[in-house]
């Protein structure tokens, strides 16, 4: 049966990108600035959204971004990401970034940042809209949707920890 709802296993929507990191992206160190990193990581966990859900999603929350190591002037930068947890109208997307230098095959890429996604499937008038769920397939999905759950649990409790602390306030 082929309901848009059909769920969908983590390797359905999986996407890797890679760019070579040039001076423009530098930032006053020399290194490539952060920002290039996470912009590189939304679109693809932007690209990963529009896949499992058959269309449009925003970002709606970016939390759990790790910088490990600096990235350099002409190295390869590859993103891979996939969906870790599906919920509603909401997902998260885990993305890993890794580096490579431009000219040296010998070296393997190193991992240097990683990061959480929540991206929210819209209609056309911009209202969160249902999304397939996930099914897991391998020990590695069920670890990711494992901590995804853990994550979604403390942003929530965050939340509204912070919301009931304001109501209280004079
Ligand atoms: C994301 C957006 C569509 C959510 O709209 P909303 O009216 O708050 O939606 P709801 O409260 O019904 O929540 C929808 C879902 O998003 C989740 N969600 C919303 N904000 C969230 C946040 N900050 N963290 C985690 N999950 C969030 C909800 O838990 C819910 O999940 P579920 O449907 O899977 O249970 C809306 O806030 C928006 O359009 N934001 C701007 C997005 C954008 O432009 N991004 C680009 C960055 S410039």
Redesign the pocket.
């Known amino acids: 049966m082929g309901s848009h709802l059909t769920p969908r296993p983590p390797s359905y929507a999986r996407v890797s990108l890679a760019v070579m990191m040039t001076g423009r992206e530098a930032n006053l160190l020399g290194n490539i600035h952060g920002g290039e990193i996470v912009k590189l990581a939304d679109s693809t966990a932007g690209a990963i959204a529009q896949r499992h859900t058959d269309g449009p999603a925003?970002?709606?929350?970016l939390d759990e971004m790790v910088f490990l190591r600096p990235v350099a002037v002409g190295d390869i930068v590859r993103t891979i990401g996939q969906v870790n947890w599906a919920?509603?109208?909401?997902m998260e997307i885990g993305v890993r970034v890794e580096a490579q230098p431009w000219n040296d095959p010998s070296e393997s890429g190193l991992h240097v940042a990683s990061a959480s996604f929540?991206f929210?499937a819209?209609d056309a008038d911009?209202r969160?809209r249902p999304i397939p769920s996930l099914s897991p397939e391998t020990p590695e999905d069920h670890r990711r949707l494992r901590e995804a759950e853990i994550r979604r649990a403390n942003?929530?409790a965050r939340?509204s920890e912070i919301e009931a602390g304001r109501l209280e306030l004079p």
């Open positions: 925003v970002t709606a929350a919920g509603r109208s909401s929540v929210v819209i911009g969160p942003r929530l939340k």
